[in-house]
């Protein structure tokens, strides 16, 4: 399967605890995104990465989001201290181009519950 | 206000009507407009994208941008019960670079 892969699926975490997702991109995509998704609504922009470099950061992540893609592979999205508010589906996206609307893959997310 | 605005409808059609979706925005320099098709359970899909203002037709779809309006639209021939799903507008380029903003998403519903 060349898709993007999102792992684990589900997470059910306590409030206070923390949490990493992992996702790996389509072979050779250079860029690759984080989305947060809340029912009813689409996806928000958290972060992307062009290789192994973060070039933006959403303003609305507070600094207990972190997120890497060492080597410009697979990246993880780590959240701290969780907080029921970060209830919601995390969606990893790659692409791979030279403009601003290269077609994103998205992987089938991440759902986490904070109790 | 939000940079994206999109009705979440739901919006039910007969198959085989025309469906009409649509985006209003406030960033005037978003250069980039694309449509992704949501269905239940699963990732976003892109279905097309524009550059700039102009029309784009793709089989039974036909995406327009009003850049002076700030007004994107989304048109849906022959709609059939498989379109049925989660419809966002999304758009990106403000900065230079790769960030994409999406709209909330309309849900569509065709009926047989």
């Known amino acids: 399967d060349t898709g993007v892969s999102q792992d684990p699926r589900h997470k059910i975490t306590k409030r206070g605890q923390n949490v990493t997702f992992r996702c790996d991109p389509i072979s050779e995509h250079n860029r690759l995104y984080w989305y947060r998704q809340t029912l009813g609504q689409g996806p928000e922009f958290l972060t992307y990465f062009q290789n192994e470099a973060q070039l933006e950061k959403s303003r609305l992540l507070s600094d207990r989001f972190s997120a890497e893609r060492p080597k410009g592979s697979f990246s993880t999205l780590e959240i701290q201290r969780t907080e029921q508010g970060d209830s919601a589906m995390y969606l990893c996206?790659?692409?791979?181009?030279?403009?601003?609307?290269?077609?994103?893959?998205f992987g089938p997310g991440t759902r986490l519950t904070v109790l | 206000q939000k940079e994206v605005e999109q009705d979440p409808g739901p919006l039910s059609v007969p198959e085989g009507a025309i469906v009409s979706l649509n985006c209003t925005y406030s960033n005037s320099a978003f250069q980039y407009f694309m449509w992704y098709r949501q269905y239940s359970r699963k990732g976003p899909e892109l279905l097309m994208y524009t550059y700039s203002s102009g029309n784009k037709e793709d089989g039974r779809f036909t995406a327009q941008v009003d850049k002076s309006s700030k007004y994107i639209s989304l048109f849906i021939r022959d709609s059939q019960p498989s379109d049925s799903a989660t419809y966002l507008c999304a758009m990106s380029g403000d900065t230079g670079g790769f960030k994409t903003i999406f709209g909330a998403g309309t849900r569509l519903f065709v009926k047989a």
């Open positions: 996206a790659s692409s791979y181009g030279t403009h601003g609307a290269d077609t994103q893959y």
